[in-house]
Antibody, heavy 117, light 107 residues
């Protein structure tokens, strides 16, 4: 059974770098059939797709975040990562990792990241 | 970016009702539409993909239709477990975008 689990700090200082890990079990991030994505949801608001990484290391990011975001992958640990630089209060959100096939069919439980001094 | 507009934002209904949620895309997305259900404090759950394909394990009272720019999610015979927020999402053109959500609440 595929499971995803986000981990990382719950509080990040303004202008710092947010780094999150998604640990995958029950499937391989080295699969050529899956895309591994990050999605976020500000409290009480809608969902925003951040970007994905494919097993080949190909990435695709939301244009509004493109200059600040990096998604990477560690096949040996079956994990993928989100790095978001120069964070502001507007980056406060629940961050989800998810697998995409046709739609996002498996999600982590989400992690709330608050940007505050 | 493709804008996704859901209506209504909130819907009040009773158990046993038939409920319809609409999602409009700002440009043609063919049938590249997904629907999700989200409960408070939980991750979204995929209900439908490719506009009308039911995800494995999702009850058959959920159905989806539409193509191009107008889509609907219908819940027939609303059950207590169905009170939640529903999101549409297009996956025709990057960046993938979501609607703002429709909250289905108890009347």
């Amino acid at each position: 059974q595929l499971q995803l689990q986000e981990s990382g700090p719950g509080l990040v200082r303004p202008s710092a770098t947010l780094t999150l890990t998604c640990s995958v079990s029950g499937a391989s991030v080295n699969s050529d059939s899956d895309y591994w994505s990050w999605i976020r949801q500000p409290p009480g608001k809608g969902l925003e797709w951040i970007g994905y990484i494919y097993y080949s290391q190909t990435t695709n990011y939301h244009p509004s975040l493109n200059s600040r975001v990096t998604i990477s992958i560690d096949k040996s640990k079956n994990q993928f990562f989100l790095e978001l630089t120069s964070v502001t209060a507007a980056d406060t959100a629940i961050y989800f990792c998810a697998r995409e096939m046709a739609g996002f069919d498996h999600w982590g439980q989400g992690i709330l990241v608050t940007v505050s001094s | 970016d493709i804008q996704m507009t859901q209506s209504p934002s909130t819907l009040s209904a009773s158990v046993g009702d038939k409920v319809t949620i609409t999602c409009r895309a700002s440009q043609n997305i063919d049938a590249w539409m997904a629907w999700y259900q989200q409960k408070p404090g939980k991750a979204p759950k995929l209900l439908m993909y490719k506009a009308s394909s039911l995800e494995n394990g999702v009850p058959s009272r959920f159905s989806g239709s539409g193509s191009g720019t107008e889509f609907t999610l219908t819940i027939s015979n609303l059950q207590p477990d169905d009170f939640a927020t529903y999101h549409c999402q297009q996956y025709d053109s990057y960046p993938w975008t979501f609607g703002q959500g429709t909250k289905v609440e108890s009347k």
